[in-house]
């Protein structure tokens, strides 16, 4: 049960209080994809340029990553820069260079169209309607999205997410998105809007899941310190769907309701992993056995 | 099993954004043993001015709490007045009136001593202490403090909190306290100060146990709008040490330790109720039955 991810593929240059990286893997549908592989096999879409490093496309198949959606153009790979603050909830972008990512046209290869999981990583949400187009009949699709597409693509976004059965944002794109300030309210307004799961991340502050009948919320894993938060929501949205198209979810069938519930805890430990280590670097060394470690912490210091 | 409970009782004016009371009954002492009294026989320790209302020493009495320790002193009761901002995280203080607060020096009535259970809430260090030193050999001894004297009562705080069992601090003052960022971190070093046991409330983002060995993380209760957290800390505080003392918590013995985690969502269960009306409104109507329904409300929104 293969999920499919479409989303940015990155060099990133960051700089937080703990050092600074002026170029190392990211983007999004990396992060996701990574995260996912843990679960479930995963086939991405994305576009990279000439400099893309050998070593960087190896990680992801090393991965078990189907990468033949993977498009190599002329131009350079999609470049971002920021900092994060002493508050690590909080950064700024420095530099933006979308290279070749600003003429991305996602084309899926045949294999991928009829896979049951689809997974829409931050990217305008035009390039979103044509990825979930070209998918025969997915059975559960997701996808995020990022203050930039609310403030100056607002319908198109609407329209976009009225075909979503999943919307994964954080708390202040949720506030964008509504108008609401309590979260309740935020989420209660969102699935109106169409998608009938919405979580809503929090970073340090832990993750909420809201459908019509019921809720639910986490708390963040406890880390002692973030070294660098980037890719933490990618990381939590791909834990997430993973796990869910790892057990083969089906939101229309027997599914137990519970395991929502779960992917939400599994997003928030691949979340925590993320932020020990710079970029992607602690997926490098990571094994199942330490997410169903931490997942099972989750359950200690939660239960009462 | 009586739990004795010393603290400001006050006249509050509160400006929130919902609303503003120019008067209300308020302090510690108050909020903590009216959330307290749902749980355990409550005995308090304070005082008041002559313009203290029959009528809000009628309410503490119609809990069923034990006002023997209650002085009235010539003079006004401690006055208190400040606003909240948008994020009902902060406060800003317009005014404070101690009165007859400025020369309290608590005195227990014989039948308080020999109680097991004693909470000390936000006063001056040296006070707590000599409240503590009135009781015989109390079982479990709690308190809380506040920015206040961590800053200008610093040793005498270090000296009263190395007997106490178990400190009730939000997370700015157990940043304060330990200069650590982290909340694990500070909470550690706190534990090295002397309770076996930290409570660090995070207002809307929920509360957090430590001990040695472990710890229990607990999201707030979700509500749709806060009115007035005035008192939601002591609430918090009221809720988690009258559970404990209406089980006979014993530290030293055979007691279940995810009581202790039960006791954190019962204080948060209190502090979400008290946050619903202006002032101890709420408590003029809340019934055991809404309390342990909300409990298990938590359950199910906190389980996975």
Redesign the interface.
């Known amino acids: 049960m293969s999920l499919v991810v479409v989303g940015s593929i990155a060099y990133d240059g960051v700089e937080t209080p703990h050092g600074r990286v002026d170029r190392m893997l990211g983007g999004a549908c990396t992060y996701i994809s990574l995260a996912a592989s843990y679960f479930t096999p995963v086939k991405i879409v994305g576009v990279v340029g000439r400099d893309f490093a050998p070593e960087d496309h190896a990680l992801l198949a090393d991965r078990g990553i189907d990468t033949a959606g993977l498009e190599t153009a002329e131009g350079l790979t999609f470049f971002w820069r920021g900092e994060y603050f002493?508050n690590m909830n909080q950064r700024r972008t420095l530099q933006t260079d979308l290279n070749v990512f600003a003429d991305f046209d996602p084309k899926l290869p045949e294999h991928y169209r009829d896979q049951p999981y689809l997974l829409l990583g931050n990217i305008q949400p035009k390039l979103q309607q044509r990825v979930r187009a070209q998918m025969t009949a997915p059975r559960l699709v997701g996808g995020d999205t990022m203050n930039l597409w609310i403030d100056i693509a607002h319908e198109d976004l609407l329209a976009t997410i009225r075909h979503w059965d999943v919307l994964v944002i954080n708390d202040e794109e949720a506030h964008m998105l509504s108008g609401e300030?309590?979260?309740?309210?935020a989420a209660r307004k969102i699935i109106e809007l169409g998608p009938h799961t919405v979580i809503i991340k929090r970073g340090g502050?832990?993750a909420m899941l809201f459908r019509r009948d019921?809720?639910?919320?986490?708390?963040a894993f406890?880390?002692?310190?973030v070294h660098d938060p980037t890719g933490a929501g990618d990381s939590f949205a791909g834990g997430f769907f993973g796990y869910l198209a790892g057990i083969g979810y089906d939101p229309a069938g027997e599914s137990d309701p519970?395991e929502l519930?779960?992917a939400?805890?599994y997003g928030s430990v691949m979340g925590s992993f993320c932020c020990e280590r710079f970029g992607v670097d602690r997926f490098r060394t990571l094994t199942r056995k330490e997410i169903d470690e931490r997942f099972q912490a989750f359950?200690?210091?939660?239960?009462?």
Chains 1, 2 share one sequence.
């Open positions: 002493e300030t309590s979260v309740y309210k502050d832990g019921r809720y639910f919320v986490a708390p406890p880390l002692e310190s519970a519930n779960r939400v805890v359950q200690r210091f939660t239960r009462f």
